[in-house]
Nanobody, 115 residues
Framework: QVQLVESGGGLVQAGGSLRLSCAAS????????MDWYRQPPGKQRELDAT???????TYTDSVKDRFTISRDNAKNMLYLQMNSLKPEDTAVYYC?????????WGQGTQVTVSS
């Protein structure tokens, strides 16, 4: 059974940084892609960043040049380095893993950015 557990969220002032982590219970090398999503209060979940098994990365325009997604296959970990945080980045952040037979979600970690 695949389990994803996010950590690293918290309260930070605007302009600050946080590093989110996602620990997988299985080898992440099996996943074709892994993503970080956010869900702001009262809004739908939206994609922030993606990394593929081929080590390519993509970002939504709102986080490009501020956020960096990375994966450590040896540790079965996914990360999101978030810099220059803005109040509008306040959301619950979710780790997602995708393979041909299914997609998996963590429980989320809250990030709150104060102005």
């Amino acid at each position: 059974q695949v389990q994803l557990v996010e950590s690293g969220g918290g309260l930070v002032q605007a302009g600050g940084s946080l590093r989110l982590s996602c620990a997988a219970s299985v080898s992440i090398s099996r996943f074709n892609r892994m993503d970080w999503y956010r869900q702001p209060p009262g809004k739908q979940r939206e994609l922030d960043a993606t990394t593929t098994s081929g080590d390519s990365t993509t970002y939504t325009d709102s986080v490009k040049d501020r956020f960096t997604i990375s994966r450590d296959n040896a540790k079965n970990m996914l990360y999101l380095q978030m810099n220059s945080l803005k109040p509008e980045d306040t959301a619950v952040y979710y780790c997602n893993a995708w393979e041909w037979v299914g997609t998996y979600w963590g429980q989320g970690t809250q990030v709150t950015v104060s102005s």
